[in-house]
Nanobody, 121 residues
Framework: QVQLVESGGGLVLAGGSLRLSCVASGRTFSNYVMGWFRQAPGKEREFVSGISRGSSTYYADSVKGRFTISRDNARNTVYLQMNNLKPEDTAVYYC???????????????WGQGTQVTVSS
């Protein structure tokens, strides 16, 4: 089992920045692919960004150039730096982990509880 705890969400003005963190416990963090997802009210959960065990990164088109994912295996933590935030980025953001190859779908084994990000105009 892997336990994931997100933090760093909040209320920010459009154009502002936030950094989300996700701390993992329970298994060897470096063995897992990590992903960030989000779910806005009335919408399906969607892929935002992912990072492989070797730190290759992947982004949804909607966040490319604005969001940066990174991982610190020594701290068992994955980060999502979000810059130039837009009102359409408002959602609950979830951290997820999976074994095996990275995928851009919801096929992750473990999920955090989510953290709310609200971007006001």
């Amino acid at each position: 089992q892997v336990q994931l705890v997100e933090s760093g969400g909040g209320l920010v003005l459009a154009g502002g920045s936030l950094r989300l963190s996700c701390v993992a416990s329970g298994r060897t963090f470096s063995n897992y692919v990590m992903g960030w997802f989000r779910q806005a009210p009335g919408k399906e959960r969607e892929f935002v960004s992912g990072i492989s065990r070797g730190s290759s990164t992947y982004y949804a088109d909607s966040v490319k150039g604005r969001f940066t994912i990174s991982r610190d295996n020594a701290r068992n933590t994955v980060y999502l730096q979000m810059n130039n935030l837009k009102p359409e980025d408002t959602a609950v953001y979830y951290c997820a982990a999976r074994s095996g190859a990275i995928v851009l779908s919801l096929e992750y084994n473990y999920w955090g509880q989510g953290t709310q990000v609200t971007v006001s105009s």
